[in-house]
């Protein structure tokens, strides 16, 4: 299963890759987030009930020293824990942890409630949590001395509400969050990856040569010296290295994306020259000569800096010896460039 994720994503366009690499991180940091919000806000809920049983029971209970010895008394003083509508049941207890009074409002409990014999009589309060609700036992003074214990049980409704409620504004906020992210990974993707789109593609070099073998339609003679310049250098090696910070991987990846898009190139000059369209031929050798600088292809620079110039003039009659000086340049950058990639290929299996 990872192999086939592994081999699915890698063979997925660059931008789609950094797409789902940010969206992941987004939604890995933010579910992380929300988990420990929902932990802390459930752990401060409990919290927050203990206190608020436990003040009940102080209260009720506080009135409840004065009853003991009447049950009707006791019962009708725990009945006061009905202003609470999450009081599930109460009791009094005497020193001995006898049962003096009780009340259950018409939920029924979910277990009994059980202490100690020993936590009745000590001073300390208790509470726990069991099941749906929560047992809170607090001793009754009087004149400084213990004379007995109030139990109270709530349920836990409150707490389950607020984290109903929280874990939908989680879910919203995650789904707005990763649609935000998807969005924008996706506009900057188009930004960032625009030079490496096609890196995953294969190369298909036979459509590339046979484009650049093929004879002009129109058949012009090559009359104009500029034309005729002599090339510059082919393709330097050191300074495209240095451009990418020596990493030689990266290198050989750029010089695919070129070769791969450099047919394309090469078809729309080679259409513009036989349409004699000079705005097309400008356009078109433009975009050839960005992508021949990025690569340190000086010579090829220059031949579409050529052309580029013949079709801002609308010199017809010399774009077709400018087309043939650039083709005689593509093809011998992209002999170099093709044994350059072969080299690296072999050195890397000679390492491994």
Not at 52 to 79: P, Q, Y
Not at 184 to 192: C, M
Not at 232 to 260: C, H, P, S, W, Y
């Amino acid at each position: 299963m990872a192999n086939n994720i592994h081999l699915w994503f890698t063979r997925q366009r660059m931008a789609h890759k950094l797409t789902a690499v940010v969206l992941m991180v987004s939604g890995v940091t933010l579910a992380v987030a929300c988990a420990v919000l929902l932990i802390y806000d459930y752990s401060a809920s409990r919290l927050r009930l203990v206190r608020e049983v436990t003040a009940l029971a102080d209260v009720v209970g506080s009135n409840g020293a004065l009853a003991f010895g009447d049950t009707k008394a006791a019962e009708e003083t725990l009945r006061s824990a009905s202003v609470d509508g999450h009081v599930v049941s109460a009791r009094l207890f005497t020193r001995d942890g006898t049962q003096l009074a009780a009340y259950t409002n018409d939920q029924k409990p979910a277990r009994a409630f059980t202490f100690d014999n020993s936590l009745l009589r000590s001073p300390e309060p208790a509470s726990r949590f069991a099941g749906m609700h929560l047992h809170v036992l607090r001793p009754i003074m009087l004149g400084g001395e213990v004379v007995g214990s109030i139990a109270v049980e709530s349920d836990t409704r409150d707490i389950r509400s607020r984290l109903a409620g929280f874990g939908i504004a989680v879910a919203v906020v995650l789904f707005a969050t990763i649609w935000l992210a998807f969005w924008l990974s996706r506009v900057t993707a188009r930004i960032t990856c625009g030079p490496i789109e096609y890196m995953s593609k294969p190369i298909n070099p036979k459509v590339l040569f046979s484009l650049i073998e093929q004879p002009s339609s129109q058949g012009h003679p090559a009359g104009d010296a500029a034309a005729q310049a002599p090339m510059a250098k082919t393709f330097d090696r050191q300074a495209l290295l240095g451009r990418v910070a020596g990493d030689e991987q990266l290198m050989d990846d750029v010089i695919r994306v070129f070769l791969e898009d450099c047919a394309q190139q090469l078809t729309a000059i080679r259409g513009a020259v036989d349409q004699k369209n000079p705005d097309a031929i400008r356009t078109a050798a433009h975009a050839l000569k960005g992508a021949a600088g990025n690569l340190s292809a000086d010579g090829l620079f220059e031949a579409a800096g050529l052309l580029e110039r013949i079709g801002a003039e609308s010199r017809m009659d010399v774009a077709e010896a400018a087309w043939r000086r650039l083709s005689a340049e593509a093809a011998t950058v992209i002999d170099a460039l093709r044994r350059e990639i072969s080299d690296n290929s072999e050195e890397s299996l000679c390492v491994r």
